[in-house]
C-alpha cells in the first residue's frame, strides 16, 4: 500500500514539474515549481518509510533534495523541519524509536536542513534586497515616465513616437490637434497616414527627402522648416520638422512638429513693410546724395574748408544710409526667392583682381596691405615665373561681385593692422575663393550663428566697428543661389578665414556657351558687369588686354583706369550728378578767362537724360568740356534740347588757340553729351 501511495506522488509531482514549465504562466510558475517540489518531499518521504528509515537507500535522495530547499525560502525550511520532527515524535511514542531511527534522522533529515539555510539565506537576502532596488526603480521609473508624459502632454509642439517600422507608437494632444486624427485612431498606423507630408509646392514627398524615414535608413537627425502638412480635414498649413532618432538604428524615431504659417505670415508682412519703406527712403535719399555731392563740386558750389568738412561727412552718412536701404531690400528679395539670377561666364582672376583694386584705397586708409596670390603652378628656367590657372565660372556676375566685396570689405573693417590674402584656388568641378585676414578673429561660440539674419559678434573689439548683421547673411543667401557653400574658420585674437567654393566649368565648355550665345564672359571691373564679344582668350596677353575697358562705378558712373585729373573728374561728376534730377539746378562757375574781346554770354548747356527702360552702351569718357558760366539745366527725355557748343574732338596735332569769337548755339547744332563717367 505504502509502494502504491508512493508511486502516485511522485507521478503527481512530475506532473506539476512538467505543468510548471511547459503550461503555467509567468506569475504562477514559482507557486506550481513549490508545489512539484512538496509532493516530491513527501514520495521521498514515503519510500524512507516503505523501505526503512534507518537502513532506507533513499536516505541519500533526502538529503540532496532537501539542501535545495532554501531555494524556495525559509518557509520551506521551517516545514521541512516541523515534518522531520513530527516523525521523530511519533516513532517516539510507537515504541520504535532506536539509536539508529534517531541518528539517521538527525544526520540524514535535520542536517540538510540547515546547510541548505546556511547556503541560500544569505543568497536570499541578496535577491531580496535585489528586488527592493527593482522595486524602488520600477517606482522611479514610473514616476518618471508619469512626469515624461505629463511633459510631452503639456508641450506645444505636436510629438510623434514611431518604432523602426513606422508604425505610430506615440501621439500628444498637440499633434492630435495639428493633424486631426484622434489617439485611438492613430496608435498602430503608418506615421504616413496621419502626418501626410507635402513639399512647399503641394506635391508628395519622395523617400530622398522624406525626413522621417531619411531618420529611419540613417540613424541620424533631420530638421527642415519648408514642408506642407495635409491634416485630416484637408487643410495645408506650413510646418517645421525636426526628426530624432531612438537610441541605436532600428529602435524608431521622435517626430516633433509645430505650425509656423503665422510665423511665416508675420515674416512675409515684414519682408513686404522693410521692402516698400526701403524703396520710398531710398529715393529721398539719393536726392539727398545727389544734392550734397553737388554742394561738394567745386565746379558747382564754392564752400569754406569748414563747410566742407561737415557736409562731407553728411554725404558719407547719407551714402552708408542709402547702402543700408539696398542690404535691406536684397535681403527682403532673398527671403521671397525673387532674387533674379542672370549667370554670365566669369574669368575668376581677373574678376577677383578687379574687386580688389576698387577696395585698395580702404586698405590704404588704413595702413594695410592685400596681397592677391591666385594658384599657380611654378615653372623653371633661368628665372621662375608662374602660370595662373584659368577657373572659369558660370554664375551671375553682380551676385557674386556683392560676396566677394563684401567678405573683402570685411577682412579690412576688422583688422586694425597686418593684411589681407585673397587666395584662388580649385579642381576640375569647383573653384575656392578664400579671404584670410589678420584681424581681431571670432570666438568659437559665434561662429556657428554668423550667417544668421541679423547676427553680430558682441563684444568689446566689434561694438565699435558696427554693421547690421545683414551682410554675412546676405553672402550666404547669394552663395546658395549659385549652388555653393560658403564657411569660415577663425581662432580668436589671431584672424579670420572666409571661403566660398563655386561650381566651376571648364575652358572648353565657356567658349561653347559663348559661341551658343547664351553668355558672354565677363570682364566685369565695377559696379556694373562688361562681357566680351570675343571667344573666351588663353593667353596672358589677350586677357590683359580686355582688362583695358573702363571700371564702372556706383550709379553707373565709368572711370579709366588712368586717372583722370581732380577737376576733370569734378566737371563730369557734376554734369552726371545734374542729370539725376528733374528739376534746374543752378550752381556758380569759376569766372572765365579774360578774353582779348568782349564776347555774349554764352547759352546754358543742355544734357539729355535717356530713359531709364533703355540703357545705352557704355563708352569711353570723352574730354570734358570747360564749364560754361550759366545754369545747367536738365531736359527730360523726348523734349528738344537747346543748343550747346560741340566739344572739340582731341587732334595729334597741337591745337590752335581759341578765337575771340564764342560758338553761337543753334537748333541745328548737336547737343553736348558729356558721357557718364
Request: glycine share 6%; charged share 20%; aromatic share 6%.
Amino acid at each position: 500500500m505504502i509502494g502504491g501511495l508512493s508511486a502516485g506522488m511522485a507521478a503527481v509531482s512530475i506532473g506539476l514539474a512538467l505543468m510548471s514549465y511547459f503550461l503555467a504562466p509567468k506569475p504562477t510558475k514559482s507557486i506550481t515549481a513549490y508545489a512539484a517540489y512538496l509532493m516530491l518531499i513527501g514520495t521521498i518521504f514515503v519510500l524512507l518509510l516503505d523501505t526503512g528509515v534507518a537502513n532506507s537507500p533513499f536516505i541519500a535522495l533526502w538529503m540532496v533534495t532537501a539542501v535545495f530547499a532554501g531555494i524556495f525560502g525559509t518557509n520551506t525550511l521551517i516545514f521541512l523541519l516541523i515534518f522531520v520532527n513530527s516523525y521523530l515524535l511519533w516513532a517516539f511514542f510507537d515504541n520504535s524509536l532506536t539509536k539508529d531511527v534517531v541518528l539517521a534522522i538527525i544526520l540524514g533529515g535535520e542536517l540538510p536542513i540547515f546547510i541548505s539555510y546556511i547556503l541560500w539565506h544569505s543568497k536570499a537576502k541578496s535577491e531580496k534586497s535585489k528586488d527592493r532596488a527593482y522595486h524602488d526603480l520600477a517606482n522611479e521609473l514610473n514616476q518618471v515616465s508619469n512626469k515624461s508624459e505629463v511633459v510631452i502632454n503639456a508641450i506645444a509642439d505636436g510629438v510623434i513616437a514611431v518604432d523602426n517600422q513606422g508604425a505610430i507608437e506615440l501621439i500628444n494632444p498637440a499633434a492630435q490637434r495639428i493633424v486631426g486624427w484622434g489617439r485611438q485612431d492613430a496608435i498602430g498606423l503608418d506615421y504616413k497616414s496621419v502626418l501626410k507630408l507635402l513639399t512647399k509646392d503641394g506635391h508628395e514627398l519622395n523617400k530622398a527627402i522624406d525626413p522621417v524615414f531619411e531618420v529611419l535608413t540613417t540613424n541620424q537627425p533631420k530638421r527642415t522648416n519648408d514642408l506642407t502638412l495635409q491634416t485630416n480635414s484637408g487643410k495645408k498649413i506650413s510646418i517645421s520638422v525636426v526628426a530624432s532618432p531612438i537610441g541605436h538604428l532600428g529602435s524608431g524615431a521622435i517626430i516633433v512638429f509645430r505650425d509656423i504659417s503665422k510665423e511665416l505670415a508675420d515674416e512675409h508682412a515684414q519682408a513686404e513693410f522693410i521692402s516698400t519703406a526701403s524703396h520710398e527712403m531710398r529715393t529721398p535719399v539719393a536726392s539727398i546724395e545727389g544734392y550734397l555731392g553737388l554742394a561738394l563740386n567745386p565746379a558747382t558750389a564754392n564752400i569754406d574748408e569748414k563747410a566742407r568738412d561737415f557736409i562731407t561727412k553728411a554725404h558719407e552718412s547719407a551714402q552708408h544710409l542709402g547702402r543700408l536701404f539696398q542690404d535691406l531690400l536684397d535681403v527682403t528679395k532673398a527671403d521671397d526667392g525673387r532674387l533674379s539670377n542672370n549667370p554670365k561666364v566669369i574669368d575668376m582672376v581677373h574678376f577677383t583682381e578687379d574687386i580688389i583694386q576698387g577696395l585698395q584705397p580702404k586698405a590704404d586708409e588704413k595702413g594695410l596691405r592685400i596681397f592677391f596670390k591666385p594658384a599657380s603652378d611654378k615653372v623653371g628656367g633661368q628665372g621662375v615665373r608662374n602660370i595662373t590657372p584659368m577657373f572659369y565660372t558660370h554664375l551671375d556676375g553682380d551676385h557674386l561681385r556683392e560676396v566677394l566685396s563684401n567678405l573683402i570689405e570685411n577682412a579690412i573693417k576688422y583688422t586694425l593692422k597686418g593684411e589681407v590674402v585673397v587666395d584662388i584656388t580649385g579642381d576640375n568641378s569647383h573653384v575656392v575663393i578664400s579671404v584670410t585676414d589678420s584681424g581681431i578673429g571670432i570666438p568659437a561660440e559665434d561662429i556657428p550663428h554668423l550667417f544668421q539674419k541679423f547676427y553680430r559678434v558682441d563684444n568689446s573689439d566689434t561694438r565699435e566697428i558696427g554693421g547690421t548683421g545683414l551682410g554675412l547673411y546676405l553672402c550666404r543667401r547669394l552663395v546658395e543661389t549659385m549652388d555653393g557653400r560658403i564657411w569660415v574658420e577663425s581662432q580668436y585674437k589671431k584672424g579670420s578665414t572666409f571661403s566660398i567654393e563655386l561650381p566651376r566649368i571648364s575652358h572648353e565648355e565657356a567658349n561653347r556657351l559663348i559661341e551658343a550665345g547664351e553668355s558672354k564672359p565677363s570682364i566685369s571691373t565695377g559696379g556694373k558687369s562688361f562681357f566680351a564679344e570675343e571667344k573666351l582668350s588663353s593667353t596672358e596677353t589677350e586677357r590683359q588686354q580686355a582688362l583695358a575697358t573702363p571700371i564702372i562705378l556706383k550709379h553707373g558712373v565709368s572711370q579709366q583706369r588712368e586717372i583722370p585729373s581732380s577737376e576733370d573728374v569734378a566737371k563730369a561728376e557734376a554734369s552726371h550728378v545734374a542729370s539725376l534730377f528733374p528739376t534746374s539746378m543752378t550752381a556758380p562757375a569759376p569766372a572765365p578767362a579774360p578774353a582779348p574781346a568782349p564776347a555774349p554770354a554764352p547759352a546754358p548747356a543742355q544734357i539729355i537724360t535717356p530713359p531709364q527702360q533703355q540703357p545705352q552702351p557704355v563708352q569711353q569718357p570723352a574730354p570734358v568740356a570747360q564749364p560754361q558760366s550759366g545754369p545747367v539745366t536738365s531736359v527730360p527725355w523726348g523734349a528738344a534740347p537747346a543748343t550747346t557748343p560741340e566739344t572739340p574732338a582731341p587732334a595729334t596735332a597741337p591745337t590752335p588757340p581759341a578765337t575771340s569769337q564764342p560758338q553761337t548755339q543753334t537748333q541745328q547744332d548737336r547737343p553736348l553729351t558729356i558721357p557718364n563717367r
